[in-house]
Each structure stands twice: as C-alpha cells, then as structure tokens.
C-alpha cells in the first residue's frame, strides 16, 4: 500500500506495514457482489503508544451488505461516519442509528450493525489502556455502547473536531486533523500504569492464555489493585481481556485455514480442549466456528481479523 511522508513534528506516516495484533495492512474482499475496502495507517511517534492505527472502510451502496456481526477485539475505537447512516440492532428487530461521531468502547459480547448505503469510515483504534489519556471520565462507562464524542469533549470542541473531519480533503488530512487533536489533548507527561501496561503486554505476548497470578507473580496483594485500575482504565477485567484475545488468535488461525481442525485450533491457542474453545467462542461470537465460516453476516469481522 501507498504511504504519505512529510516533514514537521506531526502528522508523519512511514513506509512499512503494521505488526501490532490488532492492526493489520490493506485488504479487499469480495464476495459474491460485496467489496470492501480496508486500509490502515501508523500513527504519529508521540501517540505510538496509546494508539494502535487509523483506519478506513468503504463499501459501495449496491453492495448490499446486509446485517453484520461484530465481535469483541480488546480496543477502543473512535470513529467518524461519513457515508450513509449506519445501524445498530438492539433486538432482532430494533435498532438505533449510531452517532455521526462516537467513541465504541470495549465490547465483551456480539453486536449487530447494518448500513443503510455507502460505507465510509475514518475511526482511530486505541490500544486498551490509550483512551484512558484523553478523558476524564471512567472508562468502565462506555463499555458495550457507542458514545457521542460530545459526552467526551463537550458540543462545541466536538462539532468543530466533526466538521473538519468531514471537510477535509482526504486520508492524510484527517489523520493530521486527529492527531493535533489528539495531541493537544494529552498532558505534558504521559503516564501509563506500569502494572496495566505489564499485564496488557504480558497477555498479547502469550496470546491471552497467562494467568493473572502468572503476571503478578510473588506479589498476589496487587490483584485487587490490578482489576480496580483496569476497570477505570480499560473498562473490563484482566480474565475478559486475556479472553477476547485469546479468541483473536484463534480466529486468526480459523480464518486464515493454519488448521481445519478445532482440535488443533484450540491447542494452539492454548485453550484445554476444544469444548472450552467452542464455548469462548460462542460468548464473543454468539454462534459456533462451524456456523461462523457459513455466515454471510461474518464478512465485516473476518474482514478484520483476516491476516493479508
């Protein structure tokens, strides 16, 4: 994929691809008529930290892309609609439309959306403990909902940071726009909870399966502290984290056909057996891996998930 460079202390993009597990490089899937266009981009060096990457999604209005399932991926996200509405179903058969500019806190089960026409989206994905940095409010309050950035920032700095997402020219822009946004945003020292940032490390490198006792080691005492300050900073415990990316691999490994065995699949992503496994994966899911590959409703999570 093409990337932007440019001189200045903000703003910068760079001429690789992205590592991180949550954040993957430029995709298009079609199937049968639908094609969706998927691109992410790297933050600035001073928000590495807190921010995974920016990312954009379009998909045509002929493409009819119905109901989609979306499932839980351990982030926060701010995103910023600039295509047709977008629906969200609180029931079978009742819904909401989602806010023009919202934040979608973490998320510990499946969810509905539907557009209503032209996809268009420019969102920021935040690492689990980045939001926290930006807000004053408890983090635990936006999960499993969508939440007006006026809630967050006020009417008027969310109407003038809105429109200028809308006005502006392109990708790059946007970026540039959200970023000195951000940027103003933080205090002049980031501080980032050591003993989250351990935690939240320690369950991406062994792919959500470490215990927290494991984490802490010798000093059990710090359990207590632990969930408290993960509550108020990524919104849900250390176990339901650990578990939502335990899943990612998982479905990486499904999606990606490493193995068609759910045997295997489960050993590998270090669940007991495959009963465990297909249990997880119905609580994030809300169905079965078998039905999971048969859905047409799963081509906006695999979309996201899929490795290039």
Partial sequence: MAWFSRNGPRGQFHNETIAKPLCFTKKQIQNSTRLMNYQTFKP???LKSLVDCYWTLEVPAENDAGKQRIIPDGCIEMAFILGDDIKRYTSENEFIIQPRAMVLG?????????????VNTFAIRFYPYGFANFVTIPIKNLVNKETP??????????????????QAIDTKQRIEIIENFLLGKLNDKITIDRIVKTTIDTLFLTK?????????KDDLSKRRQLERKFQKLIGISPKQLGKVIRLQTALNILLNKQSESFTEIAYESDY???AHFIKDFKEFTGTTPNK???KDNMVLSSLFYKEQ
Avoid: R
């Fill in 272 to 274: 007991y057996d495959q």
């Fill in 106 to 118: 973490q998320t510990i089960e499946p969810f509905y959306i539907e557009p209503t026409g032209f």
């Fill in 292 to 294: 999971f590959l048969k």
């Fill in 149 to 166: 950035i006026e809630l967050l920032f006020g009417e008027k700095t969310a109407n003038e940071l809105g429109q200028s997402i809308i």
């Fill in 44 to 46: 600035h060096s001073d």
């Fill in 208 to 216: 959500g399966s470490t215990s927290i006792k494991n984490v802490l």
